[in-house]
């Protein structure tokens, strides 16, 4: 009986049917490929993994960083989706994890603050806010006049003011960060009245030495009615009637004539916690008000707010400090800034970049010149979806360009949204919904160039773009692209039925992009329709094979090989951390490894075939390992393409296994081979089989 082996192509292919992907593989799970250099490729079961971290996080986790600070200690840090309890961001240090999730607290009360002549620096009082410390910032989103100035935006509490119970001090600038002076003593606070006239569109502000000109934007966060009106976003200034009053055009024309203020005439604050002891001989007698009766030194309490939410979180480090940005956090209006933390001084919480921007969409930091770069980000608190801005090198506390340094900021002029950049090989990419702009540094005068490098390829979420050997990869809305030094190419996709065809498209946010350099290999975690909403199957591609495989794994975060060694990834189901290529298991549980090729043609004429014996030939463990897998192989038998076919199998088949005998008759044959077993590793070899003509059909 004449004999012959089973020659397979590398890669999956579903795109095709069983029939016409003869000699391929149709299906797969938890495999991979590796270079072979007859065939192309091989497969192989995938590395598992185990346990980095022995205790579950609070909730799912949607992003991790890994860095290694000055002092040569390296951190893991994680960022988790608010569900039921407030969202946490944590690191993880020599196997001991600390909380760090920022603090905040929003307050709506009367205005109430002093201002002294030719000072810079107003007392603000709010009388339900208590233990306010030179570790916190407050987020003024309603515009408050006092004493010829206008308070607005984000404010450290001032350490070298006051205070003191409910009250605190903030310095008032102008939009290059100087102090402005008062121009009056006083007490007197006030915020916009907004005087409408029915049937007409026109609209007088009253804000007391407002400081805005014509064409000017003037910011409303706090969504406001006033005479059936409702008035939020950004305003053009159409006149400017004196130094108290301006126009503005209202989006719908009022149904009565009245006047009504900003907020109902409450101010609006943001408090930023940043807890922490204040230092000895810093208290409330210190500084410019200290020479009065508010004591010696005394430590504030402070307080500790509430856990920020957020649905997603962007990281990155600055040398030794973690930089964390939440997405869709839970304040009114948006506050989404960026905050610090350094892993050196070990603070007990992540604290905000005062002088950053209040909203963005995430963030990341771009080399060499070690820039923070934040998109959908703000000028004055309404987000702008596709306004970049960057602070200046070597200094996150500066964002506003002047002459003198190198921040900037720059809005695409094309596309709905920006939905995500990295910092790739030479230069910073940014994706919108429609298509990917490079962002080059040039250095003075426009410190950075952009230009539209591929159109009609935007990318479908935040975190579906990386880097692999230099290119760069990303998913679209319904297909994938890569961009070299070709440009921006497609990627044919044998498996594109797999994902678009399947992937929850109301839950797209929550794709990963997973990178492991050790294969070369890019991965992307998605969401199923059959899953409600959560990650739960994968694509992966190997770039140097141009090989595609697919299966069912959930992981809702990753981080390649870094200063932690392999990847490490976050399970949605089980709420670990793993770290990948450490085991031949699945945290000490069997992996069920296997893929199914496409069917043979046994024979091109009417002629059935006979199979007897078929040997087994593979790599049964590590090289200098125990050679214990244990193969399962099953063969479907079929005359035609649309039959049930007929299963034999499973059969299991050590090393020891010299053939089986299957026996089987027919004209079309399927083979899955895999393994459930705990402990092994295995490679498929050069399989031979032995058959003969059995009949006419």
Known sequence: MPHASVKLKPGVDQNETPALNEAGISTSNLIRFIYDRAQGALI??????????????????RALWAWEDTQSSSHLAYGTQNISTSAQLAVITNGVSKTITPRYAADDVTAAASSTLNSSYVIVTDT??????????????TQIA??????????????????????????????????????????????????????????????????????????????????????????????????????????????????????????????????????????????????????SGTAVT???????????????????????????????????PIYQWNAETGAPTASVIANAPVVNDGMFVAMPQRQIIAWGSTFNGIQDPLLIRWCDVNDYNSWVGTVINQAGSYRLPKGSRIVGCIQGPQQALVWTDIGVWSMQYVGQPYIYSFNEIGSGCGMIARKAAATVNGVVYWMGPSQFYSMSGNGVQPVACPIWDVIFQDLDQTQTSKIRVAVNSRFGEITWYYPTMSNSGEVNAYVKYNPALQTWDFGSLGRSAWVDQSVLGPPIGADPTTLYLYQHE?????????????????????????????????????????????????????????????????????????????????????????????????????????????????GKF
């Open 44 to 61: 192989q079961k995938l590395g598992g993994w185990t346990k980095y971290f022995p205790n579950t996080t609070p909730a799912i986790v």
């Open 128 to 141: 339900t806010t208590t233990g306010i410390t030179n570790y916190d910032s407050v987020y003024i989103a």
């Open 146 to 295: 006092v004493g010829g100035l206008v308070l607005f935006g984000q404010y450290a509490c001032d350490p070298n003011g006051y205070i003191a119970g409910t009250s605190f001090t903030v310095q008032a600038v102008d939009v290059l960060g100087n102090p402005l002076a008062a121009t009056s003593s006083t007490t007197t606070t006030t915020l916009p009245l907004f005087s409408v006239t029915s049937g007409s569109s026109s609209v007088t502000v009253t804000l007391t030495n407002h400081g805005y000109s014509v064409d000017s934007t003037f910011p409303v966060l706090l969504s406001t009615t006033v005479g059936g009106t409702t008035f939020y976003g950004n305003y053009v200034v159409q006149s400017v009637i004196d130094a108290d009053n301006f126009t503005i055009i209202a989006s719908t024309s009022p149904t009565s004539t009245t006047t009504g203020y900003l907020n109902n005439n409450k101010a609006h604050y943001i408090y930023s916690y940043g807890i922490g002891s204040i230092p000895s001989g810093t208290g409330y007698g210190v500084g410019t008000y200290g020479s009065g009766g508010y004591g």
């Open 302 to 336: 402070p307080t500790t707010g509430t856990a920020i939410a957020a649905t997603d979180w962007t990281l990155d480090n600055w040398g030794g400090i973690l930089l964390a940005c939440p997405v869709n956090a839970s304040a009114a209006p948006p506050f989404q």
């Open 582 to 694: 450490t085991s031949t298991d699945a945290d000490g549980q069997a992996m069920n490894s296997n893929f199914q090729t496409g069917y043979f043609a046994m024979s091109e004429a009417d002629v059935l075939t006979f199979v007897d014996q078929v040997w087994p030939d593979m790599k049964w463990g590590y090289y200098g390992g125990s050679q214990n897998a244990t193969i399962n192989i099953t063969f479907y038998v079929a005359n035609y393409p649309g039959d049930t076919p007929s299963v034999y199998g499973p059969y299991s088949v050590t090393q020891n296994t010299q053939f089986i005998s299957p026996r089987f008759r027919g004209r079309l044959v399927s083979i899955n081979i895999g393994s459930t077993d705990v402990g092994s590793f295995w490679r498929i070899g050069n399989m031979r089989y032995r058959l003969e003509a059995d």
